[in-house]
């Protein structure tokens, strides 16, 4: 089993930057496929980044070239960086982490973009 706790989200003005982090604890987390995902109120929960085992990373359109995701599987932590902030950022971001049929939940971290 994998725990996985998020942190580094907060208040940014629009253009700004944050670098979330998820680090993980309890199992091999170099096998798991990690995953941020991001919630906005009255909307679903949406993929924002992707990044295997083997390092092949995805990202949703409207983040695409805006964010980084990257991992360090000696400090079992996976990052998502975050440029050129947006109003529509705003949400509360998840990280998952996934290996075969198992699938775990962080508890996320706000990020808020405001002028």
């Known amino acids: 089993q994998v725990q996985l706790v998020e942190s580094g989200g907060g208040l940014v003005q629009p253009g700004g930057s944050l670098r979330l982090s998820c680090a993980a604890s309890?199992?091999?987390?170099?096998?798991?496929?990690m995953g941020w995902y991001r919630q906005s109120p009255g909307r679903q929960r949406e993929l924002v980044a992707s990044?295997?085992?083997?390092?092949?990373?995805k990202y949703a359109d409207p983040v695409k070239g805006r964010f980084t995701i990257f991992r360090d599987n000696a400090k079992k932590t996976v990052y998502l960086q975050l440029n050129s902030l947006k109003l529509e950022d705003t949400a509360v971001y998840y990280c998952?982490?996934?290996?075969?049929?198992?699938?775990?939940w962080g508890q996320g971290t706000q990020v808020t973009v405001s002028s």
């Open positions: 309890g199992s091999i987390f170099s096998n798991y496929a």
């Open positions: 990044i295997t085992s083997g390092r092949v990373i």
């Open positions: 998952r982490g996934t290996y075969g049929p198992n699938s775990y």
